[in-house]
């Protein structure tokens, strides 16, 4: 097997890779487009969702899709008015500001969710045109016993969402317009490929072999850039990764309900009806009272399932959940809480001493000590799976794992960032050191190798994607400086399976982004330990 071929010429690998291309009103060109966005990420039975439309066709029709078990449509109207509004160029930041266009009262037997919209219209030259959007319908308040309370990663859409041209990586804010934005609004529409992918969509790690001295390929940005969607479509989303947990845990017999982040933050008492929460994939965005919000709630004796990974930001909510602010790298040079009484909220990594709360305080595990494997140059030929070391474990009860067997090679659930601790190995199995926040009691089940940087003395920088800059980062935040030699202290890392009691409660963290992708494919031993987890949980 060889790299996929998408038809690009290597101009055009690279510009998949390296530059910077965005959805943006006009983008389709004489075609014509339309584009929406609802006025909240998330609705409880009884209130009225607002939708924000714009579009070149004057009629549109609409499609409102639970995506569970089966795809139930659940609304359908025909001959909706819409019209092109006019955008601010800065949107991605300050929002769309769209007129309202249409609303919908969400019927009280609406079932907790995620809410696909689709809307349909014809364009310029009488071909089809189309968007999607979508919405959770949140849980009423109450005891909810036997059902799992999903936490969508909400705060990783609004960062990875590209649509306007700016996010919390790439975007045309600042006087060269050519830098990320530390401000990005919810109030847009989302990117290509966040809420709905075709099946061949490449996820990131790779899955070919990679030959020797061969310059990193990333095909899922390359199939991104062929094919029309966001480069980030992989790192975040519905799509990729929280809608294919519902739907398997429905399929597979669960009750589950959806809440988005903003739950957390805002109404933390959610919480309190449920046995059982789980966070998915790439869970990567926090502010300080949705940690909050969990750590009291595993401290009275609830369970925490987070098959996810890379905990690495704080963040912080403004207008009342419209607009999310992380400075990032920038932080101790642009937060204007950096070096104030209210640094602790700086938007910076959670590890950073300034903020004095590593991730791996709530979950065991922390994102600056797990973090690149499976792609570009990091640990491209890397393991596959976890490396188990305590199979014995009552999470790997049933599937007749060995010590030193890999857990999930065959569909690849390590990767594509991955979270870990400092850690020793003694007597043929690791320990954590208990530096950088690790909990008391902190058991290690499962462990593979991680890298922050792209390092080969093969391959030119230039060819290099990830390059050191995390790595330097880190080396920063945690040595405090961005020498050679801090580099090197920080340049290696792991990710893990670990779990941990706290007050009345407990917490397993399967510290990978791809760990869905097991059960997107159906990999038996993935899960069987994630039944094994969410069993326990809920009491089975």
């Known amino acids: 097997m060889t790299f996929p071929d998408f038809g690009l010429s290597a101009d055009e690998r690279r510009e998949a890779v390296l530059g ?19 006025d909240r990420i998330s609705y409880a039975p009884g209130e009225t969702v607002t939708l924000h439309v714009s579009s070149t066709a004057p009629r549109y029709a609409l499609e409102v899709v639970r995506d569970g078990r089966t795809e139930a449509v659940v609304l359908r109207e025909e001959g909706l008015a ?13 929002g769309c500001g769209w007129a309202a266009s249409h609303a919908f009262r969400i019927p009280e037997d609406w079932p907790s969710g995620g809410y696909r919209v689709t809307l349909r219209a014809e364009g310029r030259d009488g071909a089809p045109i189309a968007c999607h959007h979508l919405f959770i319908v949140r849980p009423v308040p109450g005891r909810r016993p036997g059902r799992i309370l999903q936490v969508a990663a909400t705060g990783s859409w609004t960062a990875y969402n590209t649509w306007g041209g700016s996010n919390h990586y790439q975007g045309i804010t600042g006087p060269d317009r050519n830098q990320y934005a530390p401000t990005v609004s919810i109030e847009r529409p989302f990117c290509r490929g966040f809420v709905v992918l075709p099946q061949d969509a490449p996820r990131i790690p790779l899955e070919v072999p990679v030959p020797p001295a061969t310059p990193p390929r990333y095909p899922h940005m390359e199939w991104a850039y062929a094919n029309g969607y966001s480069k980030k479509y992989a790192s975040s989303g519905w799509a990729s990764y929280d809608g294919h947990f519902f739907r398997w845990a429905e399929r597979a017999g669960y009750a589950v309900d959806l809440a988005s982040q903003h739950e957390l933050h805002f109404r933390p008492e959610i919480l309190d009806g449920y046995d059982c929460v789980v966070f998915i994939g790439h869970d990567e965005y926090w502010t300080w009272e949705m940690r909050d919000a969990i750590d009291e709630y595993v401290g009275r004796g609830g369970r925490a ?5 890379n905990f690495m930001w704080q963040t912080r909510l403004e207008d009342e959940g419209r607009r ?15 070096g104030t009484g209210r640094q602790s909220r700086t938007t910076t990594s959670w590890e950073a001493p300034e903020v004095g709360r590593p991730g791996a305080a709530t979950f065991g595990l922390n994102a600056t000590r797990g973090l690149y494997v499976g792609w570009g140059g990091c640990a491209p030929r890397g393991v596959r799976g976890f490396p188990v070391y305590r199979p014995e474990h009552w999470a790997f009860a049933g599937t007749g794992l060995y010590y030193g067997d890999l857990l999930g090679a065959e569909s690849h659930v390590f990767g594509y960032e991955v979270d870990g601790v400092d850690y020793v190995i003694r007597g043929g199995l690791p320990e954590p050191t208990g530096e950088g926040g690790a909990p008391d009691g902190l058991e290690i089940l ?12 093969d391959i030119p920088a230039d060819d290099q994607f990830l390059s050191d800059a995390d790595a330097r980062f880190v080396a920063e935040t945690l040595v405090g400086d961005q020498t050679p030699a801090s580099v090197d202290k920080v340049k290696r890392g792991a990710g893990m399976i670990a779990t941990f009691r ?17 059960l997107l494919r159906r990999d038996p031993m993935v899960e069987r330990v994630t039944a094994n987890v969410l069993d326990r949980y809920l009491g089975r």
Request: charged share 25%; proline share 4%; hydrophobic share 30%.
């Open 446 to 457: 499962a462990l593979g190798m991680s890298s922050l940087k792209e390092e080969s003395a």
């Open 502 to 518: 706290r007050g009345g409660g407990e917490v397993f963290h399967a510290g990978s982004c791809e760990w869905v992708a097991g």
């Open 82 to 94: 819409a019209r092109w509004q006019d955008t601010p160029d800065q949107c991605s930041v300050l």
């Open 324 to 338: 999310q602010v992380c400075y990032k790298y920038r932080a101790r040079a642009e937060d204007p809480l950096y």
């Open 20 to 38: 910077h291309y965005y959805e943006r009103p006009g983008m389709d060109g004489e075609r014509g487009e339309i584009w929406c966005y609802t």
């Open 305 to 309: 399932a987070r098959f996810a990974a």
